[in-house]
C-alpha cells in the first residue's frame, strides 16, 4: 500500500500574521478549528490537512538539512 501525506505542519511565531498572509494575501480559505487565537486549518481542497501552528521561538535552520515543515505519513 502506498503511503499517502496525512498531515502537513507549518510552524510559526504568529499567528495572527499568518492567518493574514494566508487568509488575506494568498486568498486561502483558513478553517479555525480551536478559537480566532489557536491554530488554524489552511482549506486547499483535495490533498493533505494543512495545520498552520504557534511556536515560541524561531530557531536558524539550515536549509539544506533541516526544514520548518512536518509531513505526517499514513
Known amino acids: ?3 499517502r501525506s496525512g498531515l502537513i505542519q507549518i510552524n510559526v511565531t504568529d499567528l495572527r500574521a ?3 498572509f494566508y487568509g488575506e ?3 486561502i480559505p483558513v478553517k479555525e478549528r480551536f478559537g ?3 491554530p488554524f486549518e489552511l482549506e486547499l481542497g483535495e490533498g493533505p490537512r ?3 501552528y504557534h511556536v ?3 530557531v536558524e535552520v539550515d ?3 533541516q526544514t520548518g ?3 505526517v505519513l499514513f
Open 1 to 3: 500500500m502506498p503511503l
Open 18 to 20: 499568518a492567518r493574514r
Open 25 to 27: 494575501v494568498l486568498g
Open 36 to 38: 480566532p487565537d489557536g
Open 50 to 52: 494543512v495545520l498552520v
Open 56 to 58: 515560541e521561538k524561531q
Open 63 to 65: 536549509y539544506g538539512n
Open 69 to 71: 515543515i512536518t509531513l
